[in-house]
């Protein structure tokens, strides 16, 4: 549990009428859930950071990891900060349903990335900050910023707990939303206290994960973690490509098997406005500016979309039942995969890895590659763990 420290005093004390109208308007601007904390320094979160960076469980991943001290500092932010109003924002109801763009190969695109959560959550973010700067405060919007750790203000705010997954999960409501902050040198009333621990000894989502990403409840090696994976940059890991499954943009699993995202029913919910399937083959033959007019909205490094096509690769060669269904599945499919063979050495590598898990080995002498440094060295670490059934 998060012991904050003291804060700086007031001879007036908490502003009860300014913290009412700051809820308020949090409320009519359309935020789903608020609360209240002090700003005071996030200790024990400081140190989770850095033993878990130091272990190298971060697995290169920046943000909040960048720079620890900072993220965990909201005077870092915004000087003399005293209060954090924290903010959930729904983003996405469990059950809902993308139709398929295409009988063939789709890859899977998570719910967070089928919506622009955090557009609506920082406007509304900013109808708070602009009441208590109208009162001569100080006030900075912070959402899916690496300078704070959204989670433990969320947790210290009273909004829900840190569940077994990582995720704050809200009583009643699951963990299908976006989280951000507003941090101010007005002295709010906080919320009463946290949420207490409802996870209990579910294990759903430590069971579920496709890689074991959860090594323990609450700890994430992002080394494992396919939602992060699919935005490093370079090479995939090649013991984790199997189980990407046909992801080609984050990973939802450890919130589909959560039992509290269950019982959402028939609350307010958001429809998606992007897909959330897409189809391979249209992925892998569209030009990079088609490609970010379509995906662009997601983190992708470098604005290099043969991240892009690298996922969609692995996706491709998970997609063997998928590939079947169509009457010209596998023309079309080993077009694909001969167009990306004598491509750079990243698609190459990755395309060869394709076409090996569906046992179009063949493509790689008609192709003339089978030579090729990035494409021999798939062939000499093709095991028997990636020779499973597609």
């Not at 704050?168 to 919320?191: I, K, Q």
């Not at 009463?192 to 579910?202: I, K, S």
């Not at 939602?227 to 943009?249: D, K, N, S």
Request: with cysteine; aromatic share 6%; glycine share 8%.
């Amino acid at each position: 549990m998060e012991v904050p420290t003291s804060v700086s005093s007031s001879p007036t004390g908490p502003d009860a009428v300014l913290t009412r109208r700051v809820t308020d308007a949090a409320a009519v601007a359309g935020i789903d859930h608020v609360g209240v904390t002090d700003a005071a320094v996030f200790h024990a979160t400081r140190e989770i950071l850095e033993k878990r960076k130091a272990d190298g469980l971060h697995g290169g991943m920046a943000f909040t990891y960048r720079n620890p001290a900072r993220s965990t500092d909201p005077s870092r932010s915004v000087p003399g900060a005293r209060s954090i109003v924290a903010a959930a924002w729904r983003y996405a109801a469990t059950g809902e349903a993308v139709a398929p763009v295409s009988d063939g190969p789709v890859g899977v695109v998570a719910r967070y990335a089928r919506v622009d959560a955090y557009r609506p959550l920082r406007t509304a973010l900013e109808v708070v900050a602009d009441l208590l700067r109208s009162e001569g405060h100080r006030a900075l919007v912070l959402a899916d910023d690496n300078a704070l750790v959204d989670r433990a203000v969320a947790v210290r705010a009273g909004l829900g707990w840190s569940g077994h997954n990582a995720n704050v999960l809200l009583p009643g409501e699951g963990s299908w939303f976006v989280l951000g902050s507003v941090v101010t040198d007005a002295w709010l009333v906080p919320n009463a206290g946290e949420v207490a621990d409802g996870c209990g000894t579910c294990r759903r989502c430590i069971d579920g994960c496709p890689t074991g990403a959860i090594v323990a409840p609450g700890v994430l090696d992002a080394r494992r973690c396919l939602a992060w994976l699919v935005q490093m940059p370079g090479e995939f890991p090649r013991a984790w490509r199997t189980a990407l499954g046909t992801r080609i943009y984050g990973c939802d699993e450890c919130q589909e098997v959560c039992p509290p995202n269950g019982r959402v029913g028939g609350r307010r919910t958001v429809s998606a406005t992007r897909p959330g399937l897409i189809d391979l083959w249209w992925l892998l033959t569209a030009d990079e500016t088609e490609l970010l007019d379509a995906v662009g909205h997601w983190y992708i490094p470098d604005r290099d979309v043969d991240v892009v096509r690298r996922n969609a690769l692995l996706a491709l060669g998970n997609a063997a039942t998928a590939i079947d269904r169509v009457p010209d599945g596998w023309e079309r499919t080993d077009a694909v995969l001969r167009t990306h063979l004598r491509a750079d050495d990243l698609l190459a590598s990755h395309a060869t890895w394709a076409a090996l898990r569906l046992g179009r080995v063949h493509l790689l002498t008609e192709a003339g590659v089978a030579d090729r440094p990035s494409v021999a060295s798939e062939l000499a670490c093709w095991e028997d763990v990636d020779r499973d059934t597609p």
